[in-house]
C-alpha cells in the first residue's frame, strides 16, 4: 500500500528533456532501482548519475537478461560478479542485487504458464517481486526515509561548517594595530592641507588672537592696545581677503575688531572654518578620504583579516561628511588653542597674570606719579614750567607703554609661528582621534557580527547532530544497510 514505481526514460535516449524527468524525479525518490543488462550494466551515463546519487538515495540493483549471463564471457569474470565487485568498491558491502530474466517470464504469461524452457538457473524476479510487495515494510520505509533525512542533515552540517566564519577577535587586534601608522600619517597630511589653507590668513587670525588678548587689559593699556592693533591690522577684512566667503551686509565675518562704520566687529568663527574646510576638501581631502580606505584595506589584507566583510563598512566611513567633521575639528582646536593662551595653567598662568597686572596698573601708576613730581616741583619748589615739561609725563606714560608692549609681545607671543606649532600640534592628534573613532570601531563590529553569525550555525550543528541521532536510532530498527553505501 502506498508504494509508487515509478519507470523513469532511459539515459541514452536523443531526446534531452527524457534526462531532464530522470533528474526531476530522483530528489524524491526513496530507494532507486538500478537496472542493467550484460550490455548495459555499466553505462557510462548510468554509473555516472549513481556514483553522484549513491551517497543521497538507497539503491538495489537488478541485472536483466539473466540467460546470457550465465554463459562464460571472454574476461571469464561474470556480469553480477563484476557488478558486485565495483559496488563493493563504492561501499556497498551487501547490495540488494537481483538477477532476473524478464522476457521469460513475459512469455510465460503469454502462453498461459506453459513454457518449453526452464528458468534459468539462479533468477530471480519472483524474489524481486516479493521484496517490493512484502519485503519492503513499515518499518523499513521509515528507516529509508529517516536515512534519506540524515543524510540531507550531513550534508547541511557539511554546508554550514564550511560556511562558518573564522574567529576574528586576535585578527581584529593585530588589524588595528596595524592601523595606527596608516592613521597617523593620514592625521599629519590632513592637518598640513587645513593649515596651508589657513596660512594665506595667517594676518587675520592673528588679529583675532590679539583682539581676544586685548579683552583682559583695561584702561589706558586697553586704549593704546586697541589703537595698536588698528594701526598694525589696518585693512585685515575677511570678506575682502578670502575669496570663498560671501560678501553680503549679513554675513558677520566683516573685520576683525574695529572695522570700518557700518559693519559688523565680530567674527564668524564658524563659517570661516567651515569655508577652509570646504576648500581643503576640494583640493585634496576627499581623493585622501577615499584612498584611505584603501590603505586600510591592503594592511587588513596583510593581517589575513577577510576583506570582503570588511570593504563595505570602510567605503561608508570613507563616504561620510568628512568635510564638516574637519570644519568642527579646526573650529574646536582653534578655540581650544585660543583658550589655553587667554586662560593658561600653571607657571605661564601666574606669569600672564603679572604681566595683565603691571599692563592695567602700571601705566596709570607711571603717569601719576610723574604728574605729581611735576606739580610738586611747581607749587612747593617754585620751579619754572614749561612746555618740555609738561609732555615729560606723557612721554613716561608713552614709555611704560611701549616697555609694557614688548613684555607682553614676549609673554604672551601671540605671533602666527607660535600659535600654528600648538595649533599644529593638537589639530594632528585630535584629527587621529576622530579618524581612529571612526575606522577603528569598525573592526570590532565585523568581527563580533561574525562571531554572533558563527554561535548561530554552531547551535544550528548541534541541533542538526541531535536529530542526526535520532535519526540513526530508527534506521537502525530496521535492515536497510544493505541499500547504501558507506
Not at 87 to 115: H, I, K, S, Y
Not at 156 to 167: E, G, H, R, W
Not at 270 to 286: E, M, Y
Amino acid at each position: 500500500e502506498q508504494k509508487i514505481l515509478v519507470d523513469t526514460p532511459d539515459l541514452d535516449s536523443n531526446d534531452l528533456s527524457n534526462r531532464d524527468k530522470l533528474m526531476h524525479l530522483l530528489p524524491v525518490a526513496d530507494i532507486v532501482l538500478y537496472v542493467g543488462s550484460q550490455e548495459k550494466y555499466h553505462d557510462r551515463l548510468g554509473w555516472e548519475l549513481f556514483l553522484q546519487q549513491r551517497k543521497r538515495r538507497a539503491f538495489a540493483f537488478v541485472l536483466n537478461k539473466w540467460d546470457r549471463c550465465l554463459h562464460q564471457s571472454t574476461s571469464g569474470v561474470r556480469p553480477d560478479e563484476d557488478l558486485l565487485r565495483d559496488l563493493q568498491a563504492e561501499g556497498f558491502q551487501t547490495p540488494f542485487l537481483f538477477r532476473t530474466c524478464a522476457q521469460w517470464w513475459v512469455d510465460r504469461a503469454a502462453n498461459n504458464g506453459v513454457l518449453s524452457t526452464e528458468l534459468p538457473e539462479g533468477e530471480q524476479f519472483a524474489d524481486l517481486v516479493q521484496w517490493l510487495e512484502m519485503g519492503l515494510t513499515r518499518l523499513e520505509i521509515e528507516a529509508i526515509k529517516a536515512r534519506g533525512v540524515s543524510q540531507l542533515l550531513q550534508h547541511m552540517q557539511q554546508a554550514l561548517n564550511a560556511a562558518s566564519p573564522p574567529d576574528l577577535a586576535d585578527v581584529a587586534e593585530r588589524t588595528r594595530a596595524a592601523w595606527i601608522a596608516p592613521l597617523t600619517e593620514e592625521a599629519v597630511a590632513a592637518s598640513d592641507v587645513l593649515l596651508n589653507t589657513l596660512e594665506p590668513y595667517q594676518r587675520e587670525i592673528e588679529h583675532h588672537f590679539a583682539l581676544e588678548e586685548q579683552r583682559r587689559f583695561h584702561g589706558v593699556m586697553g586704549w593704546y592696545l586697541h589703537l595698536f592693533t588698528r594701526a598694525k591690522y589696518v585693512g585685515s577684512t575677511l570678506r575682502e581677503r578670502i575669496p570663498f566667503l560671501p560678501r553680503s551686509p549679513t554675513f558677520s565675518a566683516s573685520t576683525l575688531g574695529g572695522g570700518r562704520a557700518g559693519e559688523s566687529t565680530s567674527w564668524n568663527l564658524s563659517t570661516f572654518i567651515k569655508a577652509c574646510s570646504d576648500v581643503a576638501g576640494n583640493r585634496c581631502l576627499d581623493a585622501r578620504g577615499k584612498a584611505l580606505a584603501n590603505k586600510l584595506l591592503v594592511e587588513a589584507d596583510h593581517q589575513d583579516f577577510p576583506l570582503d566583510v570588511l570593504t563595505e563598512p570602510l567605503e561608508a566611513c570613507s563616504a561620510l561628511d568628512w568635510r564638516q567633521r574637519y570644519a568642527d575639528l579646526l573650529h574646536d582646536v582653534l578655540q581650544q588653542v585660543e583658550r589655553e593662551w587667554s586662560k593658561p595653567s600653571g607657571l605661564r598662568r601666574w606669569t600672564q597674570a603679572v604681566v595683565v597686572w603691571l599692563g592695567n596698573w602700571a601705566p596709570p601708576v607711571a603717569l601719576l606719579a610723574a604728574l605729581f613730581v611735576l606739580l610738586w616741583r611747581y607749587f612747593y619748589d617754585r620751579a619754572d614750567i614749561h612746555l618740555p615739561d609738561v609732555l615729560v609725563p606723557f612721554v613716561i606714560l608713552l614709555a611704560v607703554l611701549v616697555m609694557l608692549h614688548v613684555l607682553i609681545t614676549l609673554v604672551l607671543r601671540l605671533r602666527w609661528p607660535a600659535i600654528r606649532g600648538e595649533f599644529r600640534r593638537r589639530l594632528e592628534q585630535r584629527i587621529f582621534q576622530e579618524l581612529e573613532a571612526i575606522y577603528a570601531p569598525v573592526l570590532d563590529e565585523v568581527a563580533q557580527t561574525l562571531r554572533a553569525e558563527r554561535r548561530l550555525i554552531e547551535k544550528i550543528v548541534a541541533e542538526t547532530a541531535e536529530i542526526a541521532s535520532w535519526l540513526h536510532a530508527q534506521e537502525q530498527a530496521a535492515s536497510i544497510a544493505g541499500l547504501y553505501g558507506h
